[in-house]
């Protein structure tokens, strides 16, 4: 029998975004609220039997102004109150939201606590918006106690059912670093083009299992230092690769994703594989990553990406270009290791990327 004071307790944790934004009478643009009138749209959330607490930026920012500094307030609450919360709920823009979920998923190392980030497209006080489901969905799912593993040490109901930083929108939750904002327009405008979503919700929550990620043994440990001398570099047929000549003057670059063609191809173009060789020679990790909306880069499928292995380019796989760039923003924090970042890039670190067998 359950008792009342085993209520799940939330905590939200509100940094801005159109959720929690209305319009500004004078300019006409959005503008963040605060928080307090974010739940007063939301009435159902006293009813769920949550215990919810929630912490504010002051001020809520658009999410376009996130930076690695956010990413550490955000994990540093996460860390903080890790032992008094059964999870954690991020209410963020959706412009930047697969970096920070991104970000998270990497800096907090050994979670088994859920960090659901959320927000709209609309803001909650809209007729129309898709806010009110998003942030009572992400609640829910973040009190959802895992009814295979009751643990009574951790809480009183047993663990989370998720147990790893998502992304709740548009009816489905998403493993955070696999997600992607593909719409500017429509309700459901994250996707997680390669890897399936986590829970489906309809008039039910239908958990896939198996894709729940569950962390290797070890305590939870946060990864908080960002390089930010990091490019990304997208090619097009035409191009001038004097560009990539110039990025590459920048005596402290330490990093480029390249964005290429379908399975991870360049053109076949002398320049561009010399400047590739001289990154390589002055110690720049340069990781291959598809401009393509699906799949990932295969190198050595075709001639175009051979010469890639040959200047010591790092195949991203199936990551999106978002947890490619945050990954190696964040190795490249941690370690001057060349071959240590090279190895993790390779490695699946918090089911960002497939290993291909
Ligand atoms: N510009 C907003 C933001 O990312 C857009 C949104 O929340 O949907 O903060």
């Not at 944790?13 to 009478?25: A, C, E, F, L």
């Not at 300019?27 to 009138?37: E, N």
């Not at 405008?189 to 489906?200: K, Y």
């Amino acid at each position: 029998m359950i008792e009342m004071s085993a209520e799940r307790k939330i905590l939200l944790i509100y940094t801005g975004g159109t959720i929690g934004s209305v319009h500004d009478p004078m300019t006409g643009s959005l503008v963040p609220i605060d928080f307090s009138q974010i739940t007063r749209h939301v009435p159902e959330l006293n009813r769920a039997g949550i215990s919810i607490d929630s912490v504010s930026f002051q001020p809520p920012i658009d999410s376009s102004n996130v930076t690695p500094m956010h990413w550490r307030k955000i994990a540093g609450v996460v860390m903080k109150k890790h032992e008094l919360y059964d999870g954690f709920v991020v209410l963020h823009g959706t412009d930047t939201m697969s970096y920070t979920a991104s970000a998270l998923s990497f800096m907090l190392e050994g979670l088994r606590k859920p960090v659901i980030i959320t927000g709209s497209q609309l803001p909650i006080g809209m007729p129309r918006t898709d806010g009110r489901e998003n942030l009572l969905s992400a609640v829910m799912l973040a009190a959802h106690p895992n009814p295979e593993n009751p643990d009574s040490n951790r809480s009183q109901w047993g663990e989370s059912t998720i147990q790893e930083v998502a992304v709740y929108f548009g009816n489905q939750l998403f493993r955070g670093n696999r997600t992607h904002k593909e719409s500017a327009e429509s309700l459901n405008a994250i996707i997680s083009p390669n890897f399936p979503a986590l829970v489906d919700a309809g008039v039910g929550f239908k958990f896939r299992k198996h894709n729940l990620y569950r962390a290797p043994k070890g305590a939870l440990t946060l990864h908080d230092h960002f390089e930010s001398k990091v490019a990304w570099f997208p090619i097009f047929p035409g191009m001038s690769f004097d560009v990539f000549e110039r990025i590459l003057d920048w005596d402290e670059l330490r990093g480029v994703v390249l964005g290429t063609f379908g399975s991870g191809n360049i053109p076949d173009n002398k320049q561009f594989k010399n400047l590739l060789d001289l990154a390589q020679k002055r110690g720049v990790s340069i990781v291959n990553v598809t401009q393509c909306g699906h799949g990932g880069v295969v190198h050595e499928r075709y001639a175009t990406s051979l010469l890639l292995s040959d200047c010591g380019v790092i195949s991203g796989g199936d990551m999106t270009t978002e947890a490619a760039i945050i990954k190696l923003m964040m190795l490249l924090g941690e370690s001057d290791d060349l071959s240590l970042i090279r190895d993790h890039i390779l490695k699946d670190l918090r089911g960002e990327r497939t290993i291909l067998e």
